[in-house]
């Protein structure tokens, strides 16, 4: 191990070069006509039905005057709309438009297109290398800096963990038919309001005070439970934190004596799929499914406990 100096050092020229390669990357943005600062504001936004200004300057450490000229400006540009919280009169919500859902998307999509453009000049083992490396370092920097919790949701998490899917799988998979949208819906709905803590829960994954994740079990049989509603926000992934999650949601099921587990997911989900089989399930059975917006390939997921 080198000398704490060293690292420090090696630290601090690693965060000068990356800030330069984002500089290049962030151009792409800037190129747009939105700042960073701005993209990164739909992309908070877009996150959940309930947001305030105040959530969007504690999470994005914004100055609040600059916050709110960023949200005229985007009100004024009917991106965004503004309306008084029903269950706080003194906060407004801010909700994004059908035009800046379609702009945060444009923007996310460019991003990803520029990333994918500098990675063509690496070929499979170098690309590797970077993920590997990025993983790790994110991994460790996390434990070092940040604070994840768990918990069982609350009433308010419900509209975070239907428009977080939505988007998520909209923006990573291509789910996009009304289809799709409406059974997800009314999937969540469903547990919630039949919800019994004996036999179901959800758990909401909690990044520096922030929801960030969730999954949930829901009581199909008297000793068989589905595993459902599983997902993490991006910048979390290969922390550690889905298998957090997932060991939350099997405990409980072995407390409530369920004697065997199911999911479904589709085939595209690789890295949960390496989470599922790690944990024992194995694939039962498989069906091509084309009314999400995509072709998919559905594989279903069983666990004996």
Known sequence: MKEKIDLITEIRGFNRFYTNILGLLDQHILDSGYSLTEARVLFEISKTERC???QLCSSLKVDRSYMSRMITKFEKRGLLTRHQSPTDNRHMEIRLTEEGMKLF???????????????TKLDDEQQKKIWEAMRTIKKYLTV???NIEIRPYIEDDVEYVIDRQL???ESERHFTSEIWKKYLVKGVMALIEKFNPEKDCMYILEFNGNPA???????TRDDTAQFRYFFLEPELRGLGAGHKLM????????????????LWTVSAQETARVLYKNAGFEITQTSKNED??????????????
Request: proline share 2%; hydrophobic share 40%; glycine share 4%.
């Open 52 to 54: 305030t200004a105040n």
């Open 105 to 119: 998307h444009e923007l996310n999509n460019r991003s990803n297109r520029q990333i994918g453009e500098l990675l």
């Open 144 to 146: 070092a800096t940040s």
């Open 167 to 169: 988007s998520l799988y």
């Open 213 to 219: 994740g969730c999954v949930a079990i829901t009581h």
């Open 247 to 262: 060991d939350m949601a099997l405990n409980f099921c072995r407390e409530k004596n369920y004697k065997h587990i199911f």
């Open 292 to 305: 999400w917006g995509v072709p998919v390939l559905e594989e279903k997921w069983e666990l004996d406990l």
